[in-house]
Structure formats: C-alpha cells, structure tokens
C-alpha cells in the first residue's frame, strides 16, 4: 500500500499541480493510515474495507485528534481511494460513503490595531535578531500572507522599489502590496542584520535563523509568542493571527471585499465573508459605544 501512496503523491505533484503543504500533509495522512491498516494485517489497498476505515476514523477520535484533523484525514482517503479507482486497481472505492465529522467553526482570534501596535514594537533593539523578527512581524501584518510563504519568500521574491512581494503556493502565484513601515523594516534587515545572521554563507532565501538557515515554521511560532508575551496580549497569538487581523482591519476601514480575497489568496468568497462579519460587528460596536447613554 504504501508504494501505491508514493505513487499518489507523485500524482498530485506532477499532474493536479497541488502545493507542497497539500502534497506533504496528505502523504503523512495516508503513511498513518497505511500502518494502523498493517497493524490490523490489511496490507493490500484491494483488502481496504468501509469498515476498515471506518476502524480507523474511530481510533483518531479516542486517541483525541480534532474534528478538523480528521476531516482532513478523511478528505486524504476519498481523494486516495477515488485515485486508485480511477486508476483501475481497485472496482470500489471503500472511502466513498464515509462522512466527515461536523466542524464546529471558530471565531477567529483578531487583535485590535492597539495590540498590534505593541506587538510589533517589541523587537525594537538593535541586535540582528530583533531587526530580522521586526522585519517579519511587520511584513506578515502588512501581507497577510501565511506563515508558510513568509518563511519561503525568496530574496528575488521582494521588490523594495515598487513595495510588493511574489508568494507561490505550488502552481498558484500572487502578487501582495506593503506599506512604507514594513518597507523601511525590511531594508534595515537587509542592510544591517542579514548578513549577519548568514556568518558569510549565501542562501536565496530571505529570512534565515541565528545559524544563517531557512527559517522554520516552529522557529517563528517561536518568535510571535515570545513577542506576544512580552506585550503582555492576553489572546492566543499564532501567526495566523496577525493574517485573520490584517484581513479584518483592512474589511472594517473600507476595503473591497475581492481585493482582500485576493490578497490573501482565497479561492473561495465565503472565506474571506468572514471577515466581513467581523469588520461590520466592529463597527456596530463603536456605534453603540459612541451612543448609548448607558455605554
């Protein structure tokens, strides 16, 4: 089975064109399936049953994984299955009347434009390090983008000039503007601190860690909350977040609704609805508070 997985990926990466976020996390998804399928001495994807997965959707739930994993875990194997259908090497998909959990939808975390503004003044040192966490924290607020493509930004990826950057996501490219502040972070980066940081090395990437490597997703979880802590914001900050408030100051002081879509890189509108819902109960508020005679 799992020679029969390597080859999906493959597909998804020579064929549907998929990301590299989309490519790794379905073939960790179905490796996890493939051997809790070998413990129960299911090797063969013809020998695969809807009960078998079914076994398996089960053993996520007690061991405690999120509805939202699962989902995810289940859309890995109806995409696999329907692959393998199609494929010819097996007659019926055993994935095909499996259902999803209900996800319950969460509220995103959004940080006013105060907690921003402390957060990001807080690498406000001269040391390389500080410069270089500035610079990303700026960027990604001023982007939107995910934490993902910050870390991936090439240094050809960044036109200072005109003030945008390129981001790819496997065959999908957009372009995403930034302002003046993050400009002005990232030109002191690049003249003060990143050589630094490379110890003489060359690396096409733009943001690197102390050791003058590309820096990982966990190293800059890392940095933001460190940051956060030390702004003393009480809300769970991830890197996400910086992305849902960048989308929703943008919505509440007036941005068209498809050019943030784009910018952030939604295929899908009601995504980016959502942060619309949040920019008008915002605006609610300061109506309300701005008002009432008991506010």
Not at 123 to 147: F, H, N, Q, S, W
Request: hydrophobic share 40%.
């Amino acid at each position: 089975m799992v020679d029969d997985i390597k080859e999906f990926v493959v597909y998804l990466r020579e064929v549907k064109r998929t990301s590299v976020n989309t490519e790794v996390s379905y073939q960790r998804d179905l490796l996890q399936m493939a051997s809790y399928l070998r413990e129960k001495g299911i090797t063969e994807v013809g020998k695969v049953t809807k009960t078998s997965l079914n076994s398996y959707i089960l053993y996520l739930e007690k061991e405690g994984r999120a509805t939202t994993t699962i989902s995810r875990v289940l859309a890995s194997m109806k995409a696999f299955f329907h692959y393998e259908v199609v494929c010819g090497k097996i007659h019926r998909d055993p994935a095909e009347l499996l259902k999803a959990p209900r996800v319950e939808k969460k509220v995103p975390t959004i940080l006013t434009v105060e907690e921003v503004n402390c957060l990001l003044a807080q690498p406000g040192g001269e040391a390389p390090k500080e410069i270089r966490d500035k610079a990303m924290l700026e960027l990604l607020y001023a982007t939107g983008i995910r934490v993902s493509e910050l870390i991936h930004l090439k240094v050809d990826d960044v036109n200072l000039n005109v003030g945008f950057i390129t981001c790819r996501d496997g065959a999908k490219e957009r372009t995403v503007p930034f302002g003046k502040v993050a400009r002005q972070a990232l030109m002191d980066y690049m003249e003060k601190a990143r050589k630094v940081l490379l110890k003489g090395n060359e690396s096409e990437w733009l943001f690197t860690n102390c050791s003058g490597k590309p820096m990982s997703r966990q190293g800059f979880w890392k940095i933001i909350k460190h940051y956060g802590e030390k702004a003393g914001i009480q809300a769970d900050i991830t890197p996400h977040t910086l992305r849902h408030s960048f989308a929703a100051h943008l919505l509440r002081n007036g941005a068209d609704v498809h050019a943030v879509q784009a910018m952030l890189g939604h295929s899908d509108m009601a995504t980016t609805q959502a942060y619309v819902t949040y920019s008008q109960a915002g605006t609610m508020r300061d109506a309300y508070t701005g008002a009432h005679p008991r506010r």
